[in-house]
């Protein structure tokens, strides 16, 4: 391969560019899990809620992209999402905090049910890969997007990118600055002085896991209905396994998730631009793609293996709470 064709500012700026919308899926995944978390509510039904989230935010984009809602279609599709992860956090919730079942099978069965439903729902209604969404407009910074640099980088993107920015923050603030984060934070540490305060832990609980839901699923229509722009099976690709480990990684806090993300969206952007590159060049020493392919999971068992023994996970996380449990 022609390195010289990489090692440009070009290159560069696009890389990272692009890395940065990559991770935003993840990210929104990611903090949507630790919401759930922090309230002890384990959530391993990411790929599902973001399948299922991705499903319903790009019908509801492709459908309305056409009439007198065309302009706010991809806003459409993204409300969209969130509302069908909801469902199906409410599922969760059901069955991990009415029903007290395991909380790790009920996550398995919400994976399945999300792939199936999704892959049946779409086969049943578009029968083909050649539907699109019109998705969202770029929308550079007025000033900012003129800087040499960094305004191409960090201040071009579509609305998903600030949207997400800004749900980072707003994220750290309520769980960290707010007393309704330390209420959450209670129920994944000590539900029963929680209880013994007055406050209601499976409401909170309940809360915490329609609010992290909603997230993912947010996170599976910014990918279908904005970024890629159409739905297939396998569509999510195991970015909600990656974005349970990105929690780990993370230390369960909003801005190192930013951090993980953005190193996992950058792998991903090289493994994409440098296959591209190497399709077209078809020469010696073109790199196998499946060696591309493979970068973002190496990445995060690499990710999971450095914070190995160094986790401060909520204290009763996974565990069902009963009224008046000491």
């Known amino acids: ?4 064709l990489i090692l440009n500012w070009a290159f560069l700026i696009a890389l990272v560019t692009s890395g940065i919308r990559l991770a935003v899926p993840i990210l929104l995944a990611t903090l949507g899990e ?29 459908y309305t992209q ?29 069955l991990a905090i009415t029903l007290q079942a395991d909380q790790v099978i009920a996550g398995v069965t919400l994976v399945v049910f999300g792939q199936g439903v999704a892959n049946y729902l779409y086969g049943q209604l578009f029968k083909s890969l050649t539907a699109r969404t019109s998705g969202l407009p770029l929308l550079p910074i007025p000033l900012l997007s003129q800087i040499p640099v960094l305004g191409d980088i960090f201040f071009n993107h579509d609305g998903s990118v600030y949207l997400t920015v800004f749900l980072v923050i707003l ?32 409401r909170t ?38 974005a349970v480990a990105l929690v780990i990684f993370a230390n369960w806090r909003p801005t190192l998730a930013l951090a993980g993300a953005m190193l996992l969206g950058l792998a991903d952007s090289i493994q994409y631009r440098i296959q591209a590159l190497s399709q077209v060049e078809r020469g010696v020493g073109t ?28 204290e009763v996380l996974g565990r069902p709470y009963l009224k008046g449990e000491s």
């Open 205 to 242: 609980r309940y809360v915490a896991t329609l609010l992290g839901s909603a997230l993912a699923g947010l996170g599976g229509a910014v990918l279908t209905a904005v970024q890629l722009r159409l739905f297939r099976e396998g569509i999510i690709a195991g970015r909600g396994w990656i």
């Open 34 to 62: 630790i919401i759930t978390e922090r309230a002890g509510i384990l959530n391993l039904g990411l790929e599902g809620v973001m399948t299922l989230g991705g499903l319903v935010g790009f019908m509801a984009a492709y």
């Open 171 to 202: 994220v750290w603030f309520f769980l960290f600055r707010t007393t309704w984060g330390l209420r959450l934070r209670t129920m994944g540490e000590n539900p029963a002085a929680g209880e013994t305060s007055g406050l209601n832990v499976n």
């Open 66 to 94: 056409t009439g007198p809602l065309a302009g706010v279609s991809g806003w459409i599709g993204l409300a969209a999402g969130m509302v069908a992860g909801m469902a199906m956090g409410l599922i969760l919730a059901v």
């Open 287 to 314: 790199i196998p793609y499946e060696f591309l392919l493979m970068l973002p999971y190496v990445l995060t068992i690499l990710v999971l293996l450095l914070r190995t023994g160094r986790s401060d996970a909520p």
């Open 1 to 4: 391969m022609d390195w010289s």
